[in-house]
């Protein structure tokens, strides 16, 4: 068969999940079956996703195809930031310093915390009244 070598990558922020498929091409880039332009809309955020390709030179040289989920657009940035970078590992283990260095590979653990009970959320408390 005369199939693309396809690299894959998961990528995880907050809520969001991404599933990134990489494979060598010219640089097309599809979010959900549109542009990372369209999808993302924010300039910051399509520049953000943009970032471990930069970082290794390797801008126009994948295909990328990706589906996320959950979360909100800047939660499913970074997630597709997240995913680009291990499927670019997964393709050359050499890049690893590169994407370490730029943070790329390190998951933000940042989770919104639980609401507890007897309260408003998970730190606020219904207002207290004296009489």
Request: overall charge positive.
């Amino acid at each position: 068969m005369n199939q693309k070598q396809t690299y894959l990558g998961t990528g995880r922020r907050k809520r969001a999940l991404a599933r990134v498929r990489v494979m060598r091409g010219n640089g097309n880039f599809s979010v959900n079956g549109t542009t990372v332009e369209e999808y993302f809309g924010r300039e910051t955020l399509t520049m953000m996703v943009r970032q471990p390709l930069e970082a290794t030179q390797t801008l126009g040289e994948f295909d990328i195809s990706a589906n996320v989920s959950g979360g909100g657009v800047a939660g499913q940035a970074g997630a597709l930031r997240h995913g680009i970078a291990r499927a670019l590992l997964a393709y050359d283990p050499n890049l690893r310093a590169t994407l370490r260095k730029g943070g790329f590979l390190t998951r933000d653990p940042r989770m919104k915390e639980r609401k507890k009970y007897g309260q408003k959320g998970a730190r606020a408390r219904f207002q207290f009244s004296k009489r």
